[in-house]
């Protein structure tokens, strides 16, 4: 999961080296966090939080596969 928010990430910003994903895991619970270069941030985020909610629906596919549950926090710069 945190391999294809880094490919999901590094695919929309204009700097991909600045995207950095931490992965904290809890029993059956995995939250990741996502940080991009703050000029990235709008291309994470999209209109809205569109682009946002798109790559955290990926997400929680990609977690119900595996049988946890996943959480994407993206952080300000």
């Known amino acids: 999961m945190k391999a294809m928010i880094e490919y999901i990430a590094r695919s929309l910003v204009e700097k991909p080296e600045a995207v ?3 992965e904290f895991r809890s029993g059956d619970r995995v939250r990741l ?11 994470v985020i999209g209109k809205s939080g569109r682009v946002a909610n798109a790559i ?4 929680r ?9 996943a959480t994407l ?3 300000e710069p």
């Open 20 to 22: 950095v994903v931490n």
């Open 33 to 43: 966090e996502l940080s991009v270069a703050r000029e990235d941030m709008g291309r």
């Open 56 to 59: 955290r629906t990926l997400l």
């Open 61 to 69: 596919v990609a977690a119900e596969r595996e049988g946890v549950q």
């Open 73 to 75: 926090d993206v952080l």
